[in-house]
């Protein structure tokens, strides 16, 4: 057990349609990192926030928001959804800014369908 | 040109095997390289990381760094059933960067045959 909780594990939704995905990070961890990972991409990094803070952006969608609330806990939101948008996405937190070792510890993911 | 570049495989090897997993990297800024290893339906979770070129062993698996040829590589002693999952190669860039954010390679999925 990794420490970082998701939610929800498996969502199933329509085109057009929005959902957020929940991360509490392991405690104590202040940075969030967003990622998703598809058959054809792997794994993508989306964005990553620190203390509250955006300190990171990688290939995020206009579609696709996030934060980091006071309690550190973290959402992503997916609006106006695609077919192609159905991925796996993974939360993952690191102690530090930066971490020195580079571990990133990740959540067991949310899957998301959309039909 | 992806940032790293790794054969999606699949590997299939006997139990005993050793296994070789290999990634290339474009843009030397990068200075951090990782093995992150992921069981199926799990999340990723780090198996070995390296800073300088060269070896580092960890039991049955040593990591190598070549930054000349931008080559990094997972090298798996008497591979086990157990071992059978995807394996992802990683870079990031110096603490100076001031992001922990991680590149990943498509990763590889191996299995390993009792």
């Known amino acids: 057990d990794s420490g970082v909780t998701q939610t929800p594990k498996h969502l199933i939704t329509a085109t057009g349609q929005r959902v957020t995905l929940r991360c509490s990070p392991r405690?104590?961890?202040?940075?969030v990192y967003w990622y998703q990972q598809s058959l054809d991409q792997g794994l993508q990094f989306l964005i990553q926030y620190y203390n509250g803070e955006e300190r990171a952006k990688g290939n995020i969608l206009e579609r696709f928001s996030a934060q980091q609330f006071p309690d550190l806990h973290s959402e992503l939101n997916l609006s106006s959804l695609e077919l192609g948008d159905s991925a796996l996405y993974f939360c993952?937190?690191?102690?530090?800014?930066?971490?020195?070792?580079?571990?990133?510890?990740f959540g067991e993911g949310s899957r998301l369908t959309v039909l | 040109q992806k940032e790293v570049e790794q054969d999606p495989g699949p590997l299939s090897v006997p139990e005993g095997a050793i296994v070789s997993l290999n990634c290339t990297y474009s843009n030397s800024a990068f200075q951090y390289f990782m093995w992150y290893r992921q069981y199926s339906r799990k999340g990723p979770e780090l198996l070995m990381y390296t800073y300088s070129s060269g070896n580092k062993e960890d039991g049955r698996f040593t990591a190598q760094v070549d930054k000349s040829s931008k080559y990094i590589s997972l090298f798996i002693r008497d591979s086990q059933p157990s071992d059978s999952a995807t394996y992802l190669c990683a870079k990031r860039r110096g603490i100076s960067s001031n992001t922990g954010k991680l590149i990943f390679g498509q990763g590889t999925t191996l299995q390993v045959k009792p």
């Open positions: 405690s104590g961890d202040l940075s």
């Open positions: 993952a937190s690191s102690s530090g800014l930066a971490g020195e070792t580079g571990e990133l510890f």
